[in-house]
């Protein structure tokens, strides 16, 4: 599978939030109808995020008040390991949503997977891409 994101942020390069919305943060997901519950914890976040404290307050005050279901999934790249079965998740966009889970320590996000390659998770991160195994 080739991947290539696409960034539909305003104002926030690294991120692709779209606040409060059903619509897709990616092409990758505009197809995936299943939400994962994925633990925070065994997700990568390998790109430094550019964060709009407004919008991470709000998000955290949403989550307080109303149903985390109001918000939209984040994007996260599968990858399995096919000598080991061993999963790895990278999640690339969504950064406002994942900070606001993090500072309320919630120990889940909402997320759609989207199964990628090996030769994908090079191209996008190149030699910091640690061993997968």
């Known amino acids: 599978m080739s991947s290539t994101l696409i960034n539909t942020s305003n104002g ?16 990758h997901s505009a197809l995936i109808e299943e939400i994962h519950e994925i633990p925070m914890k065994d997700v990568s976040r390998p790109l430094p995020s550019t964060l ?6 709000s998000i955290i005050e949403t989550i307080q008040t109303m149903n985390s ?15 080991s079965g061993n999963n790895y998740y ?5 950064c406002h949503r ?3 889970h993090k500072r309320l320590n919630l120990p889940t ?3 759609k997977l989207i199964q990628t390659t090996l030769n994908d998770l090079k191209v996008y991160f190149g030699s910091s891409l640690f061993n997968l195994q």
Not at 52 to 57: A, N, P
Not at 69 to 83: F, K
Not at 90 to 94: R, S, T
Request: aromatic share 10%; charged share 25%.
């Open 12 to 27: 926030s390069p690294a991120c692709g939030d779209h606040h409060f919305t059903s619509e897709p943060t990616s092409i």
């Open 52 to 57: 709009d404290e407004t919008k991470v307050e």
């Open 69 to 83: 279901d109001q918000l939209p999934p984040i994007d996260v790249l599968w990858y399995e390991a096919p000598n």
């Open 98 to 100: 994942w900070e606001a």
């Open 109 to 111: 996000i909402r997320a």
């Open 90 to 94: 990278f999640a690339m966009g969504g």
